[in-house]
């Protein structure tokens, strides 16, 4: 079946101007992950999901970012007021559930730059 | 907290040849999966292979195998035969059994260049 997909694959965007950035998870996972990769931070974990909550919200580098799931698939990260250190690659990731182990799938990224 | 340690920003192998990525990491846990990822210029992370740490034997997969040292708290990758396909970052990942979360903590990568 198909993979994990995400658009755009890339983003160049002003300073101070909102962004949204899309997943689709493989059908049928559960589970599904944000995370951030930068030259200086190396890969950030910034939060999951199951299903259509988020638990812990505790990994988004500052209130500027938010992220939800809808109908336990597609999920979108908004970034607010875009600043320049939020350039990076932006990867999702799914996974059957969070049973122990379960191996994450993950999507292209999108690499977005704030000019 | 889990912190996982890529010692090698950069290796380099002949074609054909074989070559070892190291990794090390931190935990008390004693219960964990460990996993190889290698991320080709295209971007897309890939699962090379994963270990069970309560698995004795090492994980393999057919030119990609494991040398898993629980105490040492060390997780070697080692690439046999290697391909010119087989240039890319590689990136060793810790994930805890205990809670709810899932999430991957990642090592700084490994830059593999192969050489024909």
């Known amino acids: 079946g198909a993979g994990v997909s995400q658009s755009p694959s890339n983003k160049v965007t002003e300073k101070g101007k909102d962004v949204e950035l899309r997943c689709d998870p493989i059908s049928g996972h559960t589970a599904l992950y944000w995370y951030r990769q930068s030259l200086g931070q190396g890969l950030e974990f910034l939060i999951y999901?199951?299903?259509?909550?988020?638990?812990?919200k505790s990994g988004l580098p500052s209130d500027r970012f938010s992220a939800e799931r809808t109908g336990g698939s597609v999920s979108t990260l908004t970034i607010q007021r875009t600043q320049q250190e939020d350039s990076a690659v932006y990867l999702c990731?799914?996974?059957?559930?969070?049973?122990?182990?379960?191996?994450?799938?993950f999507g292209p990224g999108t690499r977005l730059l704030v000019l | 907290a889990q912190t996982v340690t890529q010692s090698q920003p950069e290796m380099s192998v002949q074609e054909a040849e074989t070559v070892t990525l190291s990794c090390t990491y931190d935990t008390s846990e004693s219960d964990y999966y460990l996993f190889w990822y290698k991320q080709p210029p295209s971007r897309q992370m890939i699962l090379v292979i994963r270990?069970?740490?309560?698995?004795?034997q090492n994980a393999t997969e057919n030119r990609f195998s494991v040398n898993f040292q629980k105490a040492a708290k060390s997780f070697s990758l080692k690439i046999s035969d290697s391909q010119l396909g087989d240039a890319a970052m590689y990136f060793c990942a810790y994930r805890s059994s205990w809670g709810s979360q899932g999430n991957l903590i990642f090592g700084k990568g490994t830059k593999l260049s192969v050489k024909p």
């Open positions: 999901f199951q299903g259509n909550s988020a638990p812990d």
């Open positions: 270990q069970e740490a309560y698995k004795q």
């Open positions: 990731a799914s996974s059957l559930g969070l049973g122990r182990g379960e191996t994450q799938y």
